[in-house]
């Protein structure tokens, strides 16, 4: 997924020590795997993109990797070499309660929603959901959910509801 040309995003980051990259859970996670001239441009990079959640960044090979994943389905691992970081967008509720749901006007310049072109309303991104406060990544196989939506539509799974109507787990 692109972002508008003229979009401006803006995102919080944290920053991992030096020594560090992250490990996605899934190879469906890699949204980009380019060289970047810094660290700073891979955090643009990622930053331009609604998509990632996550990057890492080695200032030796300049190897930028952009996930769409978080520490709940990966895990920042440390590594020999001290030329690598990884890189998390912080999100909170404030980020998103302000604006799901209303004109897509209110999420023109926006990285943490969209806007629908069915609906005409800022939406929660792709692979990710509304649970009430805010767009976290939809999730994968086997994973604990509690509603309908929760789970990677992309790859075929649903929220599969058990005979007492509650919603148990992801699955095709």
């Known amino acids: ?26 190879d469906v996670q890699l949204i980009f795997n380019e060289t970047a001239e810094s660290l700073i441009l891979c955090s643009t990079a990622c930053n ?3 998509s990632c959640r996550t990057f890492d960044y080695d200032s030796s090979s300049r190897r930028c990797r952009l996930f ?4 709940t389905n990966g895990a920042i691992i440390a590594m020999a070499s001290q030329t690598s970081i990884v890189g998390s967008v912080i999100l909170s509720a404030s980020l998103y ?4 749901n209303q004109s897509c006007s209110a999420c023109r310049e926006n990285r943490y929603q969209t806007c629908s072109s069915t609906t005409n309303t800022c939406q929660c991104p792709g692979n ?3 649970n009430g406060s805010m767009c976290p990544l939809q999730l994968f196989e086997n ?3 509690s509603q309908i939506d929760a789970c990677r539509s992309d790859l075929n799974l649903c929220c ?3 005979s007492s109507g509650e919603f148990t787990q992801c699955s095709i």
């Open 97 to 100: 309660a302000s604006m799901y």
């Open 1 to 26: 997924m692109s972002s508008p040309v003229h979009a401006i995003y803006s995102s919080t980051l944290s920053l991992s020590l030096q020594g560090h990259e992250f490990q996605s859970q899934y």
């Open 143 to 145: 994973a604990t959910c």
């Open 160 to 162: 599969i509801i058990n």
């Open 128 to 130: 990710s959901y509304w």
């Open 48 to 50: 331009r993109n609604p």
């Open 68 to 71: 769409e994943a978080d520490l």
